[in-house]
């Protein structure tokens, strides 16, 4: 498994024995229970334990790290608009990344919970709604970012 929310979760204390815990939860959806830390002068990312939650931690934190660290850029995340077939809420004040099906030009929502391997399965990418916007509606246009 990997990080949680749960009081069983012993990643951050194994970071700390070796090292230290630079962030334990980010305010992004799926994904929060992700940890930066350093251990032994390396850093270490504890991805989260659910399929969805650690595919979008994996896209959106580690990938521009390691961007950074190694000086390799150019390698951009594939986007697309498309048009929202349906409205997507999110709670303002979090970054959210919802998964969702192209069809015909219009991006339809994948909801379900982050432990789910069926919603990536029939995603064809996400759409990230910043943390200080509420939602989009349906008929919107917006950039899905592609697996």
Same mark, same amino acid.
């Not at 962030?23 to 959806?29: E, K």
């Not at 650690?54 to 990938?63: F, K, N, P």
């Given at each position: 498994?990997?990080?949680? $929310?749960?009081?069983?979760?012993?990643?951050?204390?194994?970071?700390?024995?070796?090292?230290?815990?630079?962030?334990?939860? !980010?305010?992004?959806?799926?994904? $929060?229970?992700?940890?930066?830390?350093?251990?032994?002068? $390396?850093?270490?990312?504890?991805?989260?334990?659910?399929?969805?939650?650690?595919?979008?931690?994996?896209?959106?934190?580690?990938?521009?790290?390691?961007?950074?660290?190694?000086?390799?850029?150019?390698?951009?995340?594939?986007?697309?608009?498309?048009?929202?077939?349906?409205?997507?809420?999110? !709670?303002?004040?979090?970054?959210?990344?919802?998964?969702?099906?192209?069809?015909?030009?219009?991006?339809?929502?994948?909801?379900?919970?982050?432990?789910?391997?069926?919603?990536?399965?029939?995603?064809?990418?996400?759409?990230?709604?910043?943390?200080?916007?509420?939602?989009?509606?349906?008929?919107?246009?917006?950039?899905?970012?592609?697996?």
């Amino acid at each position: 498994g990997g990080s949680s $929310k749960d009081d069983r979760d012993m990643t951050a204390d194994i970071i700390r024995d070796s090292g230290e815990v630079l962030v334990h939860g !980010v305010s992004i959806a799926p994904g $929060k229970p992700t940890i930066i830390g350093s251990a032994r002068g $390396k850093p270490v990312i504890g991805l989260p334990g659910h399929p969805a939650s650690a595919l979008v931690v994996t896209l959106v934190i580690v990938r521009p790290l390691l961007s950074a660290v190694t000086g390799e850029h150019g390698h951009d995340l594939r986007t697309r608009p498309a048009i929202l077939a349906e409205n997507i809420p999110s !709670v303002k004040g979090r970054e959210d990344y919802v998964r969702v099906r192209i069809h015909d030009g219009r991006a339809y929502p994948e909801f379900g919970k982050s432990g789910l391997i069926n919603t990536l399965v029939r995603s064809d990418g996400l759409v990230r709604i910043p943390a200080g916007v509420e939602g989009y509606e349906e008929g919107e246009v917006v950039e899905v970012i592609l697996w």
